[in-house]
């Protein structure tokens, strides 16, 4: 019997199918429902038993979920951390256990990287920055022009949210004519994105040229208080997001929509591949990114027939 870094023996885990643990965010958003979609289907086809728990953007319930994994004694433990601290004491627990983590999505913040064994998922600084060089091109048709920025933030402490918005803040950086006035969490969803958009209409009425969000839910929120307003957005009003769903791929046809930048949530394959991998004893690399491109509302027409979310 070899035994595989700490986490059990190749002959046990051949012989009954692997049970994965797995703690997802919520369901926040288009882009959301299809990663769900993407980890159900993966496990299915590749045979894992998936225990799967919604976490409704809360991070106790995840840290209850981990430990309920960790109680049921699963061989694998997957998740999204909703935001990025608070993890040391639960991973810990997961490690004495001798249950290996792999975290999908979003990072964590911990000072033993042990705790985890791979993190697979996007590089959430350079969105950011695709979304801010987007905007740098776009400037320069209208080198005079002052273009003032309303940023709608994702969830408070989350990954993405710290990411796409350090990315972004690099890309526009040294333009005295590029700036952000407002910014403000829409908590990544398409209610919350329209409120806060709302409101930064109310404040800053028509000195508002450009929407930033950090997703295409709140891009779409924004969209309908834009219109709302008496406005046209993706005319009065530029609007850049990140996902790529198909929402916004409709309001970029539609031309309400600028651009978005992509972020695939499409990671189930990938997840299955490497639990086996992992519980196999197989070396796996730390950092696992996802490759991802920029979609402009000139190209969205042709793309959408190919879009897979
Ligand atoms: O962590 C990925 C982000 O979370 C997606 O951009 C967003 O739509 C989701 O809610």
Same mark, same amino acid.
């Given at each position: 019997?070899?035994?595989? @870094?700490? *986490?059990?023996?190749?002959?046990?885990?051949?012989?009954?199918?692997?049970? $994965?643990?797995?703690?997802?965010?919520?369901?926040?958003?288009?882009?959301?429902?299809?990663?769900?979609?993407?980890?159900?289907?993966?496990?299915?086809?590749?045979?894992? %038993?998936? +225990?799967?728990?919604?976490?409704?953007?809360?991070?106790?319930?995840?840290?209850?979920?981990?430990?309920?994994?960790?109680?049921?004694?699963?061989?694998?433990?997957? /998740?999204?951390?909703?935001?990025?601290?608070?993890?040391?004491?639960?991973?810990?627990?997961?490690?004495?256990?001798?249950?290996?983590?792999?975290?999908?999505?979003?990072?964590?913040?911990?000072?033993? =990287?042990?705790?985890?064994? !791979?993190?697979?998922?996007?590089?959430?600084?350079?969105?950011?920055?695709? @979304?801010?060089?987007?905007?740098?091109?776009?400037?320069?048709?209208?080198?005079?022009?002052?273009?003032?920025?309303?940023?709608?933030?994702?969830?408070?402490?989350?990954?993405?949210? #710290?990411?796409?918005? %350090?990315?972004?803040?690099?890309?526009?950086?040294?333009?005295?004519?590029?700036?952000?006035?407002?910014?403000?969490?829409?908590?990544?969803?398409?209610?919350?994105?329209?409120?806060?958009?709302?409101?930064?209409?109310?404040?800053?009425? +028509? %000195? #508002?040229?450009?929407?930033? @969000?950090?997703?295409?839910? $709140?891009?779409?929120?924004?969209?309908?208080?834009?219109?709302?307003?008496?406005?046209?957005?993706? !005319?009065?009003? #530029?609007?850049?997001?990140?996902?790529?769903?198909?929402?916004? *791929?409709?309001?970029?046809?539609?031309? +309400?929509? %600028?651009?978005?930048?992509?972020?695939?949530?499409?990671?189930?394959?990938?997840? $299955?591949?490497?639990?086996?991998?992992?519980?196999?004893?197989?070396?796996?690399?730390?950092?696992?990114? =996802?490759?991802?491109?920029? *979609?402009?509302?000139?190209?969205?027409?042709?793309? /959408?027939?190919?879009?897979?979310?």
């Amino acid at each position: 019997i070899i035994t595989i @870094a700490g *986490f059990g023996s190749a002959s046990a885990l051949a012989a009954k199918p692997v049970v $994965m643990g797995f703690s997802q965010v919520g369901a926040e958003s288009e882009w959301r429902t299809a990663n769900t979609l993407s980890i159900k289907d993966a496990a299915k086809k590749d045979g894992i %038993n998936l +225990k799967f728990a919604d976490a409704q953007q809360k991070q106790e319930n995840q840290v209850k979920a981990i430990r309920s994994f960790i109680a049921q004694k699963v061989d694998v433990i997957a /998740f999204s951390p909703v935001v990025e601290t608070g993890w040391d004491t639960v991973l810990r627990e997961a490690k004495a256990a001798k249950i290996p983590v792999i975290l999908t999505d979003r990072a964590v913040n911990v000072t033993d =990287t042990s705790l985890y064994v !791979t993190f697979i998922g996007s590089d959430f600084v350079e969105e950011g920055r695709r @979304a801010g060089r987007w905007l740098l091109e776009r400037a320069k048709k209208t080198p005079d022009r002052t273009l003032n920025i309303v940023e709608l933030q994702g969830t408070v402490g989350s990954a993405p949210a #710290i990411d796409r918005k %350090n990315g972004f803040e690099q890309a526009i950086a040294g333009n005295a004519k590029i700036k952000i006035i407002r910014s403000q969490t829409g908590d990544f969803t398409r209610a919350k994105g329209k409120e806060v958009m709302e409101a930064f209409l109310k404040s800053q009425g +028509k %000195n #508002i040229n450009v929407v930033y @969000a950090h997703n295409d839910d $709140m891009a779409i929120g924004a969209i309908q208080a834009i219109e709302e307003a008496g406005m046209k957005p993706g !005319t009065d009003i #530029i609007i850049i997001s990140i996902d790529g769903v198909k929402g916004a *791929f409709e309001a970029m046809i539609a031309g +309400k929509l %600028n651009v978005t930048v992509e972020c695939s949530p499409l990671l189930g394959p990938q997840l $299955m591949q490497v639990a086996r991998d992992v519980l196999a004893g197989k070396p796996v690399p730390k950092r696992i990114t =996802t490759e991802e491109g920029v *979609f402009p509302a000139e190209v969205a027409a042709k793309e /959408f027939p190919n879009r897979k979310y």
